[in-house]
């Protein structure tokens, strides 16, 4: 049975920007050998609300928002990796991304920390600064959903303004590569 990873993608630019380019890295670092999938979700290409805050949820596993959030979640469930990739807006992730951090936090909080024991990796994207607080803001979400966090030979960021810049820092792609290689190889490790 083939492992399962997801990629979320809090880009505006969705599947033509730097931090989809960014998760290519990745995605063909894991799907090397042909036994994971990486499966990338672009939330600029979803409906997804933000949280109204009013614990429906709870002991339901399930949204009453009738929006996308339900299915990414039942995707998030189903997977044994979740990647969060954010672009740096204003020094933190974009409003898109705190949104799925928001919904599926809370889904995976009010139902027993379904999330527990998935892997997770974050990426990030900045023109120029500011990363590092996308990166710790994505790495508490694994935190507090007790999701082990996999990491590379430096913070897994990549420099990048204009789409199609990702190719021009080389340190950065090597460093996406490293994390497709830990991730590949500690999942592996998990499910022999
Ligand atoms: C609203 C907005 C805010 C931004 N803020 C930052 C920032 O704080 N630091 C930075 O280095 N780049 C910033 N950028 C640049 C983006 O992080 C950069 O263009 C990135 O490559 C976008 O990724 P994408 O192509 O996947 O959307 C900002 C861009 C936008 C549109």
Known sequence: MKLKVIAVNGSARGSAGNTAAAIMVVKKMLERSGDINCSVIHLKDKHVNPCNGCL???EKNECIQDDDMNGIYRM???ADAIIL???TYFSNVTSRMQM???RCGILARANGD???GKLGASITVARRAG???VYAALNYFFGIAQM???TSSYWNNILAGAPGETKDDE????VLKQLGKNLEAILRKLNK
Do not use: R
């Open 100 to 102: 799925f951090i928001e």
């Open 76 to 78: 998030a469930q189903d």
């Open 131 to 133: 990363e590092n607080f």
């Open 148 to 150: 082990p966090i996999v």
């Open 171 to 174: 340190e950065g792609i090597e």
């Open 85 to 87: 990739a954010s672009p």
């Open 114 to 116: 379904t999330l527990k």
């Open 56 to 58: 429906a949820c709870k």
